[in-house]
């Protein structure tokens, strides 16, 4: 059975511990949600983008034999193997044939444990004909220099759709990495990242003008596009970041690893914590948990 996750609106006025804000996607809320109370923290989900898979835009390039034409899938996000999986699961297998070049998956940290024994095997019958890499920083500048000299060769990269937002430059950089190092990159937009919309940021508002209302610890965020969904959701209201940080100036902000807090400035929104270990959202929740200690937030 799933588990609640505690949104703002559902905040109760007993509440004695300070909130921590996270506003990860609905796919990824309830893993963070159980890291953050398991430090004993009070978790508020206040969410400001949703992702969808499309695993018909991954179609034309896996069916049979078409991934024949590729050497390698590099994968930047969780979004990204989901989607490659429904759209394999729908197509007729093995993708690959059994005999061929060595065939590269590259995924970054706990993502890569999505890629198990039965997710090659839709792959490829044969399964030392496929090789898992997982560079050891959780970058997808770490993930394209993995990846090695490309001489040319073709490597998919599933990628994220950005709707009602600015595409970071995360991706466009992520690309241009892998062409510096000889490969022939082919995006597909594997998946849409949404802006959730005006009041997605209404519950944050609404309690910073109560008399007396909640006082936040801390904000996660675990991607740049988070935060740029946040601040157009305040900005819906008249507030800015300058406002948070007049209502709260005790509160903590947390990233979830360089390139989630390097778009975060990027923004305009000043970063206190960031994760040196993020190849899960453990390493955010240690590090922030270790700031909220140190503050007297036991």
């Known amino acids: 059975?799933?588990?609640?996750?505690?949104?703002?609106?559902a905040l109760s006025s007993t509440t004695v511990k300070p909130a921590v804000i996270f506003t990860t996607p609905p796919n990824y809320a309830a893993r963070l949600s159980d890291l953050l109370a398991r430090k004993g923290h009070n978790p508020l989900w206040c969410p400001t983008i949703t992702t969808s898979p499309t695993p018909q835009s991954l179609i034309p390039h896996l069916s049979p034999p078409s991934l024949s034409h590729f050497s390698a899938v590099a994968f930047p996000s969780r979004a990204s193997i989901a989607s490659?999986?429904?759209?394999?699961?729908?197509?007729?297998?093995?993708?690959?044939?059994?005999?061929?070049?060595?065939?590269?998956?590259?995924?970054?940290?706990?993502?890569?444990?999505?890629?198990?024994?039965?997710?090659?095997?839709?792959?490829?019958?044969?399964?030392?004909?496929?090789?898992?890499?997982?560079?050891?920083?959780a970058t997808p500048n770490s993930l394209a220099l993995s990846l090695g000299e490309g001489y040319g060769r073709k490597v998919l990269c599933p990628v994220p759709k950005v709707v009602g937002l600015n595409e970071p430059p995360v991706v466009p950089n992520f690309l241009d990495d892998l062409k510096s190092g000889g490969w022939f990159p082919v995006r597909i937009d594997a998946y849409e990242t949404r802006w959730l919309g005006p009041d997605c940021a209404m519950a944050v508002v609404k309690k910073g003008e109560e008399k007396g209302g909640e006082v936040y610890a801390a904000i996660v965020f675990t991607s740049s596009g988070e935060v740029e969904g946040f601040l157009k959701g305040l900005k819906e209201f008249g507030w800015d970041w300058g406002t948070v940080r007049r209502r709260w100036p005790g509160l903590v902000v947390?990233?979830?690893?360089?390139?989630?807090?390097?778009?975060?400035?990027?923004?305009?929104?000043?970063?206190?914590?960031?994760?040196?270990?993020?190849?899960?959202?453990?390493?955010?929740?240690?590090?922030?948990?270790?700031?909220?200690?140190?503050?007297?937030?036991?």
Not at 105 to 131: H, M, W, Y
Not at 268 to 280: E, K, P, R, T
Request: hydrophobic share 45%.
């Open 1 to 9: 059975m799933a588990v609640p996750i505690p949104t703002l609106t």
């Open 84 to 137: 490659f999986s429904l759209a394999a699961a729908s197509l007729p297998k093995p993708l690959l044939p059994s005999q061929g070049p060595t065939f590269t998956l590259a995924a970054l940290g706990k993502d890569s444990e999505l890629i198990d024994t039965p997710f090659i095997s839709q792959i490829c019958s044969n399964s030392q004909r496929v090789k898992l890499l997982v560079p050891p920083t």
């Open 254 to 298: 947390a990233a979830h690893g360089p390139v989630t807090a390097a778009g975060a400035e990027r923004l305009g929104v000043d970063v206190d914590v960031v994760s040196s270990d993020f190849g899960s959202f453990q390493g955010v929740v240690d590090a922030l948990d270790v700031r909220l200690r140190a503050l007297g937030h036991e």
